[in-house]
């Protein structure tokens, strides 16, 4: 049985400041991978003051454990935006890495460069190589973030 880990807004705010004292401050903007890393991005980019925030819309969740056998983009910065600029990934977890791969593999081709930043590393779960270059926490839960919707508490 998966243990759920549902979080508090004060949890979040913890961890974003975990997050915020491991960042530097040489980036030209930030690539807020959504939905997930919408409010750690705004909450980072208020602590830094940064306001060149860039989206790249990807959906791979379907549901709760389920998802499309490639991540979909529905948006993604044009290179112009990107090539030989520095950017903050940001999301809300690394779980199977599948996600950020996908966003990686855009901005290796498009000449970025780049490091990551997720609240939660589940290194077990992870189904590609590499890391997160900074990251809040590690766990193997089921986390629950406070702007999901809620579910059934007995559903899987």
């Not at 930030?30 to 790249?56: D, E, Y």
């Amino acid at each position: 049985m998966t243990i759920k880990h549902v979080l508090s807004w004060d949890e979040i705010q913890s961890l974003v400041e975990i997050i915020n004292e491991q960042l530097h401050n040489d980036y030209d903007a930030l690539l807020v991978v959504t939905r997930g890393g919408m409010i750690p991005a705004c909450l980072i980019s208020q602590r830094r003051n940064w306001r060149n925030i860039l989206v790249a819309a990807v959906q791979f969740y379907t549901g709760i454990g389920t998802t499309r056998e490639i991540p979909t983009f529905l948006q993604f910065p044009s290179d112009p935006l990107i090539v030989g600029k520095k950017l903050l990934v940001i999301d809300d977890i690394w779980d199977s890495g599948r996600t950020i791969a996908a966003v990686k593999q855009r901005l290796d081709t498009a000449g970025a460069n780049y490091e990551v930043a997720v609240l939660h590393f589940k290194p077990g779960s992870s189904k590609v190589e590499g890391r997160p270059d900074f990251y809040a926490a590690e766990t193997d839960q089921w986390i629950v973030y406070p702007w999901e919707p809620p579910t059934d508490p007995d559903a899987e």
